[in-house]
Nanobody, 116 residues
């Protein structure tokens, strides 16, 4: 299983970014797994940002609720994170995650920097 993120970058406060994660190696089982996005800021622990459970229901961290939207495309095995109204405290490396009964799988991470 491999996860490849894209879409990070530098954006001003109040701006928007869209992150995308392409998952390979799961075949038709992609929809069976929980997929989501985590982030890790310097000197902080990795934290959950948003997640789509296998049944399709989304979960969001309180800090991003109302600003971020997670979505998945089962036909393409992708999971996206639309981030609006970005704040400096959203600055972090964002990681795509797939949770299976066997293991947790992670992407390499993509940097998001919110700064004026």
């Amino acid at each position: 299983v491999q996860l490849v993120e894209s879409g990070g970058g530098l954006v001003q406060p109040g701006g928007s970014l869209r992150l995308s994660c392409e998952v390979s190696g799961t075949g038709i089982l992609f929809s069976w797994y929980d997929v989501g996005w985590f982030r890790q800021a310097p000197e902080k622990q990795r934290e959950l940002v948003a997640q789509i459970m296998s049944a399709g229901s989304p979960n969001y961290a309180p800090a991003v609720t109302g600003r971020f939207t997670i979505s998945r495309d089962i036909s393409k095995s992708t999971v996206d994170l639309q981030m609006n109204s970005l704040k400096p405290e959203d600055t972090a490396v964002y990681y795509c995650n797939l949770n299976s009964p066997i293991a947790d799988y992670w992407g390499q991470g993509t940097q998001v920097t919110v700064s004026s």
